[in-house]
């Protein structure tokens, strides 16, 4: 099928026409890049009153598609459903009559313009995509019932995934919440726990050290710290280690490890990550430990991953850690180990870990049909845009 092509700027207003904050209503809705999430969806908006804005901002409506022409790899595009003002660094792009708005929503998500925008943004540190460049982007102009159809069912394929995202959110809350209905505040300890410091129940925190990366495959691969910030141990974030490094044991990633970055930004310091399970060869780099429990002690590690991700006690750690450079921080060994913690009953954290590995079940089924259903999104947009759909 042979479809008329176009670019986007004879399709499409590049529509930057800006206004001072004081120039508008109070409560006129804001985004920043912040506030656009790689999914498409938007995270709740802040106004003009409450960000204390000082500079001119973009307009935008519901007609728009807004582009994040920072960093552009992070796939900062959204549809608003609302009227507002933007930060400069996101582009409104107004569809002419002739372009469908949610059919050029799609096309600029799908990985070769991403890919387009990412290879033609120029900066090292911050790279952005120039407004003259995305002009210039070519579009696939089938005519508009058939754009509209090819929209349609790439949100419907899309919708699919956002359910299976947000039931996999839900189980996460059951967990949070049946930690704190079990257990109570970590931090006021208010069932009134006995309190030991880690270093009761831990004998040491073993850790990697900083080796420089190989770019030939080799049987081991290291962590980066990313593996573990999400709260959720992900061994594809890792690279692979010079051929003659010889690996320690005690680097070696176990099922049933848990780890904690020591080193990272304020935000992101002691995040901590539960392994249920690892490929072998994947070893701990500098800037992650993993606990070794002493021999008896009555600990679950569940139950200490579970506490680790109540935001309350995850600022008490963070204010644990040191640094003086810019905002990356550092927790010292002793300062991790003299951590206070609330130590229930260990009859009590086990009947808790026996609930989390029941849902982890439910997860794991959740997270393969998530998969699918990703892998089939994925060719409903490779065939989208090629007349193949």
Not at 35 to 62: M, P
Not at 293 to 302: D, F, T
Not at 312 to 339: Q, Y
């Amino acid at each position: 099928m042979s479809w008329k092509t176009a670019q986007l700027c004879d399709v499409a207003l590049l529509d930057r026409k800006s206004i001072h904050p004081r120039e508008a209503d109070a409560e006129t809705p804001y985004l920043g890049l912040e506030h656009l999430n790689a999914d498409g969806s938007i995270d709740h908006s802040q106004t003009v009153s409450t960000q204390e804005l000082k500079s001119n901002k973009f307009l935008f409506t519901d007609r728009h598609v807004l582009f994040g022409k920072l960093r552009p790899y992070l796939r900062k595009i959204v549809r608003p459903s609302f009227s507002g003002v933007c930060s400069t660094d996101i582009i409104p792009i107004l569809p002419k009559e002739i372009l469908s708005r949610d059919y050029l929503f799609h096309f600029l998500r799908s990985p070769s313009m991403v890919g387009l925008a990412t290879e033609r943004s120029s900066g090292a540190n911050l790279p952005r995509l120039s407004p003259s460049q995305l002009a210039t982007f070519t579009i696939p102009l089938p005519p508009l019932p058939e754009q509209k159809r090819i929209a349609a069912i790439l949100d419907a394929a899309d919708a699919l995934r956002a359910k299976r995202r947000e039931s996999l959110a839900q189980l996460d809350t059951l967990l949070q919440s049946t930690f704190i209905e079990m257990f109570g505040d970590p931090v006021t300890n208010s069932m009134g726990w006995e309190v030991k410091r880690l270093s009761d129940i831990v004998e040491r925190l073993d850790g990697g050290k900083n080796v420089a990366q190989s770019e030939e495959p080799t049987k081991y691969r290291v962590l980066k710290v990313s593996a573990v910030t999400s709260g959720v141990y992900r061994p594809d974030e890792s690279k692979y280690l010079p051929a003659d490094f010889k690996v320690p044991e005690s680097y070696v990633v176990k099922s049933g490890d848990l780890l904690i970055s020591r080193a990272n930004t304020v935000d992101l310091i002691g995040a901590t990550a539960y392994v249920w399970s690892t490929p072998e060869n994947i070893a701990l780099p500098d800037k992650i430990w993993k606990f070794i429990w002493k021999r008896g002690a009555e600990i679950e590690p569940l139950f200490i991953y579970y506490l680790s991700q109540n935001s309350d006690f995850r600022r008490l750690l963070g204010s644990r850690a040191s640094g003086t450079s810019g905002s990356m921080k550092n927790i010292a060994k002793p300062k991790l180990l003299g951590l206070p913690i609330p130590l229930p009953p260990h009859s009590l954290q086990q009947r808790f870990a026996a609930i989390v590995g029941s849902v982890e079940q439910q997860k794991e089924r959740a997270r393969a049909h998530l998969a699918e259903l990703d892998a089939l999104f994925a060719s409903l947009q490779s065939r989208a845009f090629v007349g193949e759909l």
